[in-house]
């Protein structure tokens, strides 16, 4: 396998850093838990989980009997997480022994178990925002073409280029850009920590076959990603991009949009 052409995420797992940001998180309706002094944990390299100080999360927020689980990192009490009449079974991990001390005293919640995490005051989607990692979305003069078994699904030349580190390019072109008599409305709905919640998902036909969830958009990113907005973008693992002329190969890496 050849080496990536973009930049890979460069924590270990293991690592373990202070959140500087604010942190909150609410369960049908009510704040659960709202810290100042949460850490990150790199339990693998790609992106880091919030650990949250025990005595930030609402004590009757917490239910369960704290049965004892043995972890790799250590030996936690496992909990239940409640606001109201909605439980989450085995939601909070309270780590009571560890390999590294800053972890004692600390929370692991599960990311699923709340309605939504908040950073200071905007939302966060799926997972906490890398610090190391950096998306940035820059308008482009290069000709920028995609196909798929010869079919063009799109061409531009004047794309906005997403560059996130450790995912591929991608390559966000205007609508009036691509041939949408080939793509079929699909109801996937996908998140992203640092572009937001995408506002629509097409499927690929060519011929008789249906290629799934191929190309996708963002009616509203996040401020950060505005230039994206309301553009289509395509999986270069699953389709041919071509650029200024040239047969980019295809990534191998999961898929992200």
């Known amino acids: 396998m050849t080496a990536p052409d973009y930049p890979q995420s460069i924590p270990e797992a293991g690592r373990i850093e202070p959140v500087p940001r604010r942190i909150r998180a609410t369960l049908a309706?009510?704040?659960?838990?709202?810290?100042?002094n949460a850490i990150y944990v790199w339990e693998w390299p790609h992106f880091p989980q919030y650990y949250i100080p025990v005595g930030d999360i609402s004590a009757d927020a917490l239910a369960g009997d704290g049965h004892e689980q043995r972890l790799s990192r250590g030996v936690t009490s496992v909990h239940d997480l409640r606001a109201g009449a909605l439980e989450r079974s085995r939601a909070v991990h309270v780590y009571t022994q560890a390999t590294d001390e800053r972890l004692v005293?600390?929370?692991?919640?599960?990311?699923?178990?709340?309605?939504?995490?908040?950073?200071?005051?905007?939302?966060?989607?799926?997972?906490?925002?890398?610090?190391?990692?950096?998306?940035?979305?820059?308008r482009s003069t290069r000709r920028v073409r995609v196909e798929l078994e010869g079919v063009v699904l799109a061409e531009s030349s004047s794309p906005v280029l997403v560059f996130e580190t450790g995912l591929p390019t991608r390559y966000y072109l205007n609508?009036?850009?691509?041939?949408?008599?080939?793509?079929?409305?699909?109801?996937?709905?996908t998140a992203c920590p640092y572009k937001g919640r995408t506002g629509a998902y097409w499927s690929v036909r060519v011929g008789e076959q249906l290629h799934p969830d191929l190309a996708w958009s963002y009616e509203?990113?996040?401020?950060?990603?505005?230039?994206?907005?309301?553009?289509?973008?395509?999986?270069?693992?699953?389709?041919?991009t071509i650029l200024d002329g040239v047969l980019m190969p295809r990534p191998h890496t999961h898929f992200s949009d």
């Open 29 to 36: 309706g009510r704040t659960v838990l709202d810290t100042v």
């Open 105 to 138: 005293g600390m929370a692991r919640v599960d990311w699923d178990a709340l309605d939504a995490w908040y950073e200071e005051d905007e939302q966060v989607f799926v997972h906490p925002r890398d610090p190391y990692s950096r998306v940035d979305a820059l």
């Open 175 to 189: 609508r009036t850009e691509v041939a949408f008599e080939h793509l079929v409305p699909s109801d996937t709905v």
């Open 220 to 240: 509203f990113p996040t401020r950060e990603l505005a230039p994206i907005a309301d553009l289509v973008a395509f999986y270069n693992e699953k389709v041919d």
